[in-house]
Structure formats: C-alpha cells, structure tokens
C-alpha cells in the first residue's frame, strides 16, 4: 500500500471564507483517509470559525509543533500565526493579510524542507497583501519565485475540462504588449508537459485561442493572430505538440468545442477563467503547473460577502485536497516510469561486453 502523503493546508484570509471551507472539507472522512493533513494557521481562528458552521462542534484539530509531529488519522494545525491579530468577517484588513502571509511563509518553509508533499491554498486578498508588502501578483508568481520556477503556468481544472493561462495576473490593457510567440510555444511546452506527467496523458491535444474577436478575422479585427500566435502553433507542432487554432474564444465555448480536447491555452485571465468558472465554480481546481512542488487551491476568492455566515460550499476546497494527492502520485509515478524507460538494460549470456 502506497504510504499517506502529508497535505499542508494555508488558512488564507482570516477575514474571508478560508477557515469556513478548510473545516467543513476536512470534516468529510475520506480526507484522512488518502492524506495526513495539516493547517497552517490559528486554533483560535478554528474555534471562532466553527461556532457558526452547522455541524462543526465536534471538529477539533491536534495542534504541533512539525509537520513530523502529525497524527496520520487526525486534523492537524501548526500554530503559525500570531494570536493576536484579530477576526473581522467579511471585512479587508491588515490583519488578515498579516495572517494569510505568515501561514503561507511557514506552509513554504516547510514544502521547501520536504517536511509536507503538496500544499493546498486558501485565498487571500491581492489588495491587502501587496498593502502589507507582498511584492507579486498571486500566489503563482509568488510560488514560482520561491522555488525558482522560470517555467510554469497557471491551470484551471476540473472532470470535464482543463484551462492554461499565457497571461496570468496582468492588467488586459497591458495583454497585447506581453504576448509573444517564444512566450506562448513556452506555455504550451509546458501545458503539454504537465498533462504528461501530472494527468497522465501521453499525446495530449491542445486547443489555442486567439486573441481577438472572431480570432483576428484574417487581420482584420486585429493581427497578433497572424504576426503571434498562429507561428507559435507552427512552431509548437514542429515541436511535437499537438496544438491547434486559434479558435475564436466565444464560438469555442459555445459549441463545447473543449470537450474534442485534453486542455486549452487561453491567452489572458479571463478569456480562460469566465469559461471555466462558469461551467465548474463549485468543483474546479487551480493549480500551478511547471513547478518543483504540487500546489492547488479552490478556483474561488475570499468572498467577503458571505463569509461568517456558514454558506459557503466547500466542494472547491475539497476537490483541490483531492486533485492535490493525485497529482503528487501521477508525478512521482511518472517519474519512476522515465527512470526506468531511461535505465540502461545490461546485456545477458557470453556476448555481453
């Protein structure tokens, strides 16, 4: 039997829908039983939080010290952030950012010591965090920074259909500028890459969307199509990729068109994300590709507007928990498989040498 593998789990924005979705995820049974889990966050926030979930009293965590200290069959908490900083639901505060920071500093310090496997995030506000001097965009770039990942990219997945992002966090007035054919062959090399190793996939096929309304209409609507992304299609094909398009986003989605498909890259945020969210908001995934380490996180925000209130669906966190283990086990299954495909087979019987 394949050994549990430990899961840290950042509490996120103290103020918004963290706490709420981690403890209504890990009261499902079935979690201990694939991984050992362990916040990184605030009994104390645990106990606040709890009282306004139907059902919860029973939940109790067993606070560490290290993730080593871990009890395999239980919620486990390493109190990293400082008890001090106060609770306002639904509201944007220094205080939450503080909290979602140092849970995510200590959650990384120990994926960096292969103290935990994979790490599962909980949002945070991109606002207060930068206000509190958090210098990147997300935790993508955030991520990548940490563990020198010049390569990578942002998915969006669920069951029926998984999404790559070019252009990550970056203002659409500045898309255009950005965007270039060695960036996006990049994208696909490494899109291509991941559905490899972390899905299995061995000849993935991956659609392209273009930029543009109607995907530039031949120039006419715009001509990044022409002068970017169709030579990067070209190049990526002599590449061994299986990439075709551009097609034009609206058509695309509309007539389901990813389902012919095992991913697309879309060209911006919200080319790629309005879709996705739009057909899996409770049950996709995010998750940062291209990286040493295996991070997922719901595919939602904060949502002050319901947090505190005992609404919110936890089926995002749970399936990120989820997708979390499967993807360490398809890459260290992968990896052994390249291992062995690699290996030298010694020759046998009186000719050998």
């Known amino acids: 039997m394949q050994q549990k593998i430990t899961v840290g789990i950042t509490q996120g924005d103290t103020n918004g829908i963290g706490y709420e979705v981690i403890i209504k995820a890990l009261s499902d049974n079935r979690i201990t039983e694939i991984c050992t889990p362990v916040i990184y966050g605030s009994s104390r926030f645990v106990a606040q939080y709890r009282k306004g979930i139907a059902g919860a009293d029973g939940f109790s965590v067993n606070v560490i010290n290290h993730p080593a200290e871990a009890h395999s069959k239980r919620i486990n908490l390493i109190q990293c952030v400082p008890d001090t900083l106060t609770i306002e639901p639904g509201k944007k505060s220094s205080d939450g950012a503080k909290a979602a920071l140092a849970a995510l500093q200590a959650a990384v310090a120990d994926l960096k010591g292969a103290k935990i496997q994979a790490l599962v995030t909980a949002p945070f506000n991109k606002q207060t965090v930068s206000e509190g001097g958090f210098a990147f965009p997300g935790h993508t770039e955030f991520l990548a920074n940490a563990f020198n990942a010049t390569h990578y990219i942002m998915m969006l997945c669920c069951d029926a259909i998984r999404v790559g992002v070019v252009t990550g966090h970056l203002p659409l007035a500045e898309v255009s500028a950005q965007l270039s054919t060695a960036m996006i062959v990049q ?22 969307l273009g930029l543009n309304p109607h995907a530039g209409d031949g120039g006419i609507l715009g001509s990044e199509e022409q002068k970017v992304i169709i030579p990067a299609i070209e190049e990526a094909t002599k590449e061994g990729i299986l990439a075709f398009g551009p097609y034009p986003a609206d058509g695309f989605f509309g007539a389901a068109l990813y389902g012919r498909f095992d991913a697309v890259l879309a060209m911006y945020h919200d080319q790629g994300l309005i879709p996705f969210k739009t057909l899996a908001f409770y049950h996709g995934i995010n998750y940062t590709a291209g990286l040493p380490i295996v991070r997922t996180s719901p595919d939602h925000g904060t949502a002050y507007d319901i947090a505190g209130t005992g609404t919110a669906s936890p089926e995002s966190m749970l399936a990120a928990l989820y997708a979390a283990v499967d993807l360490y086990k398809s890459r260290m299954q992968y990896r052994d498989l390249q291992k062995n495909v690699l290996k030298p087979v010694p020759l046998e019987g009186p000719q050998a040498g």
């Open 187 to 208: 994208k696909m090399a490494q899109l291509n890459e991941s559905l490899k190793s972390d899905f299995q996939i061995s000849r993935p096929k991956i659609a392209v």
